[in-house]
Every structure is written in C-alpha cells, then in structure tokens.
C-alpha cells in the first residue's frame, strides 16, 4: 500500500521559513516526477512545485518562484520544499504527489497519481 506523509508545517511570522518533507512508503518513486501542491478548503489545488525523478528539472508557480526550492532524496524515496520569505497568501494546506508514468507539464493535479493527507502552512502577517 501506497503512502505518502508530510510533516514540517505549522505557523510562522512573514517573513520566515519552514521545510516540508514528504516521505513515500510501500514502493519506490524513483522514476517518478514529485510535485507539490496547496489547497484553501473549497478551491481547487494549486500547482506549487515539481521535480523529475533525476532531481535535473524542476518547475515553480509563478508566485512561489525565488523563494521556494524542491528537492529530493531517492535513496530515502523522500522530496522536500524549502520555503522562505513567507508571506501570509502563502497560508494553505500542502500536499505532496507522486506523479503518473508518462506526464506533461507536471503542474496539472490531474497528472499526479498518489497524494498524501497534506499538512497546515499558517503565515501570520
């Protein structure tokens, strides 16, 4: 069985910087692309961050450009996003994913085929 966790989220002043990890379990993802997402109850998941399973590409949204970067670790099958220069639009619940065999532009939630639980970012201002 497929399962993804994240952790590292919590409540920060703007301004500061938090590192989420996402740790797979119950098979290897190293050929996979890794993606990270956030979602206000109610609206629909917003693209964030991707890395290819090389770890030699990688793609941001616009608004998190510069200030986020993804990584990942195959060897511990874990991918991680490094978030600094918080602002308070930054405030959402983050998902990691694990994407499909064969994607495209890696920012379609349509594209990604495993999702962990998400965990809370809260930016104060």
């Known amino acids: 069985q497929v399962q993804l966790v994240e952790s590292g989220g919590g409540l920060v002043p703007a301004g500061g910087s938090l590192k989420l990890s996402c740790a797979a379990s119950?098979?290897?993802?190293?050929?996979?692309?890794m993606g990270w997402f956030r979602q206000v109850p109610g609206k629909e998941r917003d693209f964030v961050a991707a890395?290819?399973?090389?770890?030699?590409?990688?793609y941001y949204a616009d608004s998190v450009k510069g200030r986020f970067t993804i990584s990942r670790d195959k060897a511990k099958n874990t991918v991680y996003l490094q978030m600094n220069s918080l602002k308070p639009e930054d405030t959402d619940v983050y998902y990691c994913?694990?994407?499909?065999?064969?994607?495209?532009?890696?920012?379609?939630?349509?594209?990604?085929?495993?999702w962990g639980q998400g965990t809370q970012v809260t930016v104060s201002s």
């Open positions: 994913a694990v994407g499909k065999p064969f994607i495209d532009s890696a920012r379609q939630p349509r594209e990604y085929e495993y």
């Open positions: 119950g098979r290897t993802f190293s050929s996979r692309t």
């Open positions: 890395i290819t399973w090389s770890g030699a590409d990688t």
